[in-house]
Structure formats: C-alpha cells, structure tokens
C-alpha cells in the first residue's frame, strides 16, 4: 500500500479538492482506497460522507487502532471529527502511531490517501511520518510561493529525523491556477527557474465546477457542463501522471 499524504500548512491552496479527487480517481480504477480525513475543518469527511467507515481518523493515532474496509464502494473514509486536535496536544510519541497503524492495514488498501491541516502540529508531521509519497499542492500567488521553502524544509527535516528516506517527494502541484494571470505564470516561470527540480509536471487550473463538484458530493469529471467536463479532462490528466509516480519503483529522482 502506498500512502500519499498531500500537504501543505498553507490554507486554501486546493488540498482538499485534489485530495478527494484522488480518491474518487483511483476509486474508479479499482483500486481499494482508504482516505484519512486528518483536518478537523472535515471538509474531505463532508465530500466523502457515504463513505465513512469504522474507524475515525482521530482513532488512526491511537495504538492499537484497527481498520476494516468498508463496503464495496472502493473508498473507506477514516472521518476527521473536533477530537483530531487533541492529537497536537498529546504525547510526542503519537507521531509514530499513524505509520504503525497504517502497517496493520497494508493489506486491505491499495493507497492510502491523506488530507492534511493548513498548520504543522504533531498530526502533520505524523501525517508525513507515514508517507511514502508527498503531494504538495501550491497557490501561485506570493505567500504562497515564499512558503515553498518552508514547506520543502519541513519535508526534508521529517526525512531526517524520523529516518524517512525511502519517503518520495512527489513535487509542488500549482493548483486553482489562473492561467490567464500573467502574475501567477510569472510566479510559476520563478518556481521552475528556483526549485524546478520540486515542481510536479503538470497543474491544475481553475475552474468553476470544482467548487460545484466538492459541494455536490460527485467528482468534477462527472458534472454536465461544458466547463467542468474540460476541468475533469485536466485533473484526470494530472491525476494519471499522479498514479504512474505511484506505480513507479521509488527511484530516487524528485526527492529533496
Ligand atoms: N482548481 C480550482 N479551481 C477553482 N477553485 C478551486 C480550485 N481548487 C480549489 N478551489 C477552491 O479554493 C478553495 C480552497 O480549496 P481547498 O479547500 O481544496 O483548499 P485546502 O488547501 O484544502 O484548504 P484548507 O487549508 O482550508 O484545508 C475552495 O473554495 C475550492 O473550491
Ligand atoms: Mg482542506
């Protein structure tokens, strides 16, 4: 089982959307995914409710936690509730708990995808602690672009100190990008001048029907209209390239 985890402690930079459509993706490609709702915002919980299952997201960083698939729906939703925060407050210990929990599961999932906080508390980091794959989406605007370095550092520093080195460093994903901004394509040129070798090949933009998508519980690909069936042609692109690094021996390449 692979485990991606899609982080950034920046809000509002499309982990979410991309985080939910993962799972709907490779849902769809018979995979059997287990989606770990990790921010008590539980926006992911509330887009995936038909899918909840057992075992609680907050329970994930418990010892001893146990995990059963449920249904024949492809997606177990682990759901975040207010409980998860608690998680920051405890016992430094936890950030290992994820991971081991996660071993037990191997078997029943074939990708494990988790939806983290906009912040770097005990559950973030515990977060990237069980990752072999990292996704990190970025907003094209200034903020956003100066945090990369933080972001990346934070990766490498968990790579470090956890002794995560087999853990691959799937790239910073442009999301909700405009391409019609010469200001967010000029931030996205200084990216890949600065940090080309972090930038996942590929992006998504913006479009409408995502929101639309999210709050109608069904993914963007699968909304009439002609604008969100041109979004669904975009994101099911990157989400493929997604898939293929996933399905790829972990070579090394991309990691910081
Ligand atoms: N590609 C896109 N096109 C248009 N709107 C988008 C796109 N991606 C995200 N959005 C919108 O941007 C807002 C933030 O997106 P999202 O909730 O996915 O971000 P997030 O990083 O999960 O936020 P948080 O850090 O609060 O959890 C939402 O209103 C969402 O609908
Ligand atoms: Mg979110």
Known sequence: MNTLVINNQKGGVGKTTLAVHLAWFMAESGRRVLMIDADAQGNATDTLKRHVGETSAAGLFQTGARIVASGDSGITLAPADSSLTDVDRGSAAAVMTLQQNLVAAAELFDICVIDT???????????????SHVLAPIYLEDYSVKGVKGL?????????RYG????????????????KSPRQRSHLEQLLREAGKYVFPGHIVARDGYAEAVAERVPVWSLKRRSAQEAGREIRAVLAKIEERLDEEMTGDARP
């Open 117 to 131: 906080p906009p912040s770097l508390g005990l559950r973030s980091v515990a977060c990237l602690v069980a990752a």
């Open 152 to 160: 990346l550092q934070t990766v490498i520093g968990v790579q470090r």
């Open 164 to 179: 995560r080195e087999g853990m691959t460093f799937l790239g910073l994903l442009p999301s909700n990008f405009n391409t």
